[in-house]
């Protein structure tokens, strides 16, 4: 490459830099659309291979995924909400329980309480309570009274289920054509690695996602089989923070063992927390992340916490986001850059 053509190169990078950082509001619903045209596109694939249209195929996944959408805001958020809600109420007299139990207990066996100042942290949660409502009645009316904060919400919600449908209908053909524009020279290699990365994001992206549903169906059921009021809430926030390996696990039966013990007086209650957690790590161990995940991803349990850390720290929660998936496109080049290494005359 001349050194014209890496200023050119160095120039486009700059530029699209710039832009993408000038659109990015206007980009997210083309992102999000773009993310879940690649999740369902296998699922047309296995469509099409049962001789159905591309169209009709794109149509039947599509129509799965608005059922699906349409349920989760029907049913599951306002049960969600409601557990919510509820939580937040119930707060001053899970103090008092806190403060009649296990204080006395902590007392007995030598810990310092004195810095437990229930009264104190009871009128702080009735004000922090009394003023999210405030808060959200003044974002929902501002939400409600800004037109042009309506219509870029409205326009959001019917964009991105009509880009979905375009992009997941001419998926193959976007990608053939993106593969017709790479150097001839490098054009093997390239779509060799993408593959790689394809395999790799896939067995993540899609697996993870089934496992994290899986494991907050079977938590959530669990937990309202012991009584639990905070079943639903509890059981999806395990589940979606199972992706860290052991926190889905740590966290469920911290919040589910509190919330039983506040909730029952009782100590039996959370043995069986402790139960349901347990015969969940062993079906994800045998029968969930062999079946969905299995070891395509090839990441160290310390390497994905590391992931996680260290997105989070560089950018936030998209970061805790994107950790892992950008982690294994990693992996994908550190192994070719490790092939290419033992084929090199510097290793030889």
């Not at 974002?139 to 959001?156: H, P, R």
């Not at 589910?256 to 062993?282: C, K, R, S």
Request: hydrophobic content about 60%.
């Amino acid at each position: 490459m001349t050194d014209s053509n890496k200023l050119l190169l160095m120039i486009a990078t700059v530029v699209a830099g710039w832009l993408f950082y000038q659109l990015s509001p206007v980009l997210m619903p083309f992102f999000l659309s773009a993310l879940l045209a690649y999740l369902a596109d296998p699922i047309v694939d296995k469509l099409e291979a049962k001789k159905l249209s591309r169209t009709l195929s794109v149509s039947i996944v599509f129509a799965v995924l608005f059922l699906v959408a349409l349920l989760l805001l029907l049913v599951i958020l306002p049960l969600l909400s409601a557990q919510i809600g509820a939580l937040f109420k119930r707060l001053p007299d899970y103090l008092s329980v806190f403060q009649s139990t296990v204080v006395p207990w902590l007392n007995s066996i030598g810990l310092p309480v004195d810095s437990f100042d229930i009264n104190t942290l009871k009128q702080a949660l009735t004000k922090y309570w009394s003023e999210v409502g405030q808060i959200a009645g003044g974002v929902f009316s501002y939400i409600t009274g800004s037109g042009v904060a309506v219509l870029q919400w409205l326009a959001n919600l019917i964009l991105v289920p009509v880009v979905t449908f375009y992009l997941l209908r001419d998926w193959d053909l976007i990608i053939a054509r993106f593969r017709e524009l790479l150097p001839r020279r490098h054009a093997t290699k390239f779509i060799e690695l993408t593959l790689e990365c394809d395999d790799m994001l896939a067995a993540f992206i899609r697996g993870q996602l089934m496992v994290m549903f899986a494991l907050s169906t079977i938590y959530t059921i669990g937990l309202a089989m012991i009584g639990l009021e905070l079943s639903l809430l509890v059981g999806i926030i395990a589940g979606v923070v199972s992706f860290v390996p052991y926190l889905g696990l740590i966290v469920g039966i911290g919040l589910a063992g509190l919330a039983a013990f506040f909730q029952f007086h009782e100590w039996l209650p959370i043995v069986m927390v402790v139960v349901v957690f347990g015969v969940a790590q062993v079906v994800e161990g045998v029968v969930l992340t062999p079946r969905f995940v299995g070891e395509r991803i090839g990441l160290h349990p310390v390497a994905v916490i590391f992931s996680v850390l260290a997105g989070g720290q560089l950018f936030g929660f998209a970061g805790v986001l994107l950790a892992l998936p950008a982690a294994a496109v990693i992996m994908v080049l550190l192994r070719y850059a490790h092939r290419r290494y033992l084929t090199s005359q510097i290793y030889s």
